[in-house]
């Protein structure tokens, strides 16, 4: 979220924590999915991820 300047702070600070808030509302009003779908496409976004699917 700082790369997208959406936070600027630290992470857990009001500031932050409201700013995510609304990011994620927004997302959500405008996709239409639900907070656990929008969660785990940005959980699966970064870093390291395997959702245990095996390759054939």
Request: hydrophobic share 40%; charged share 20%.
């Amino acid at each position: 979220m700082r790369a997208h300047k959406i936070i600027d702070g630290g992470l857990q600070t009001k500031k932050s924590l409201n700013a995510a808030q609304a990011f994620f509302n927004e997302m959500q009003k405008q996709s239409g999915l639900s907070m656990q779908e929008l969660s785990l496409i940005v959980a699966y976004g970064v870093g390291d991820n395997r959702v245990g699917i095996s390759q054939q």
